[in-house]
């Protein structure tokens, strides 16, 4: 039982540097932040979505992805805000079994960081120059947000990071939107704090710095339904709980409150042709309530260009090697669908 520190790895800044973002580009950010913000402040009244694989695996699949999405963003631009989701770190919940990009440049060998700090890199300056989209990450390990942070448009932390105090504290130092999950027990409360304290100023410890925060206004609710105690995944994005989580909201004092529903996961059952149907019925939801529609601001949809998902060593190019997603062709009737809904 010990640490054996293998290697010093280089900092965020000597990362940035060897890859930098072009000052187009980072000119470019300003306005796409801007975009995203004033959707989740509701200064907008097109909506979110954070869309693309459960776990970015591969940069040729990833790429070709985005570019389609950057496309199609073209035509629905005047209804929705598209953020490619490049998650390159995967919580696992016994601690085994493959990690993401981050650990694991190479899903068929060994794990190697060093390399998969670049490679992560890489993948999302790629996606960014490339498309002109600007990337969404699951926050895993706060640490490494900085490797990132001039690529990032959204950030999420996940059902298991939710109650970490380190996640909350760093969260509300990002500069753009920060979606809070619920945990996999489905509290309201836990995530409604953990809005709370991403909103708060706060004090503390962070890659060997005292710093300080001024909070996130733009830290919001991701549901993305529960596991209950029989075992069983229970949805939470139905009228009802959208209802609950706008009281909820109200009652406290919070910036902005929104809401951002996750069409898979528990919500879903991992059944990913679903989203489709909650996708409508959140939709559905929002029009019939003013109340829904004040809180809701967008979607989390897992989709990449193949229906499904393989085991790894599997070779079908562009499908998910984690938890199955939506494939290409249903994505972007999804997509023209939802523009023409709104």
């Given amino acids: 039982m010990s640490f054996n520190f293998k290697r010093h790895l280089p900092i965020p800044m000597e990362i940035r540097e060897g890859m930098p973002l072009s000052y187009e580009m980072s000119v470019r950010k300003v306005h796409f932040d801007k975009t995203v913000a004033d959707v989740m402040t509701g200064a907008s009244n097109k909506i979110?979505?954070?869309?693309?694989?459960?776990?970015?695996?591969?940069?040729?699949?990833?790429?070709?992805?985005?570019?389609?999405?950057?496309?199609?963003?073209?035509?629905?631009?005047?209804?929705?805000?598209?953020?490619?989701?490049?998650?390159?770190?995967?919580?696992?919940?016994?601690?085994?079994?493959?990690?993401?990009?981050l650990h694991n440049p190479d899903p068929e060998?060994?794990?190697?960081?060093?390399?998969?700090?670049?490679?992560?890199?890489?993948?999302?300056?790629?996606?960014?120059?490339?498309?002109g989209l600007f990337t969404a990450d699951e926050?895993?390990?706060?640490?490494?947000?900085?490797?990132?942070?001039?690529?990032?448009s959204y950030v999420a932390v996940g059902a298991r990071s939710t109650e970490n105090q380190e996640h909350r504290l760093v969260?509300?130092?990002i500069p753009v939107p920060v979606g809070m999950k619920n945990p996999t027990g489905g509290s309201m409360d836990v995530m409604l704090n953990s809005i709370y304290a991403a909103q708060q100023p706060q004090t503390f410890i962070y890659r060997n710095w005292e710093v300080e925060t001024t909070g996130n206004p733009l830290a919001h609710a991701v549901l993305r339904g529960r596991i209950g105690s029989d075992g069983h995944w229970h949805a939470n994005y139905h009228y009802e709980h959208i209802e609950h989580l706008a009281q909820a909201y109200t009652e406290a004092d919070f910036a902005n409150p929104a809401v951002i529903i996750d069409t898979n996961h528990d919500n879903s059952g991992k059944r990913p042709l679903e989203q489709i149907r909650i996708v409508r019925e959140v939709l559905?939801?929002?029009?019939?309530?003013?109340?829904?529609?004040?809180?809701?601001?967008?979607?989390?949809?897992?989709?990449?260009?193949?229906?499904g998902r393989q085991d790894i060593g599997g070779h079908v190019y562009g499908q998910s090697i984690t938890d199955p997603c939506l494939g290409w062709e249903k994505t972007e009737t999804l997509l023209l669908e939802m523009a023409d809904l709104l």
């Fill in 109 to 131: 060998s060994t794990d190697d960081v060093l390399e998969g700090i670049k490679a992560v890199r890489h993948m999302h300056l790629r996606v960014v120059e490339e498309t």
């Fill in 48 to 101: 979110l979505v954070v869309i693309g694989p459960c776990s970015a695996d591969r940069e040729d699949a990833v790429l070709d992805y985005a570019t389609r999405l950057a496309a199609l963003q073209e035509r629905v631009a005047d209804k929705l805000v598209l953020v490619p989701r490049v998650y390159t770190n995967k919580p696992r919940t016994k601690g085994t079994g493959y990690k993401g990009l």
């Fill in 171 to 173: 969260a509300g130092g």
């Fill in 284 to 307: 559905d939801s929002a029009r019939r309530s003013n109340e829904v529609r004040r809180l809701f601001r967008g979607f989390m949809i897992e989709s990449y260009l193949e229906d």
């Fill in 139 to 152: 926050m895993l390990y706060p640490s490494n947000y900085q490797y990132l942070v001039d690529l990032l």
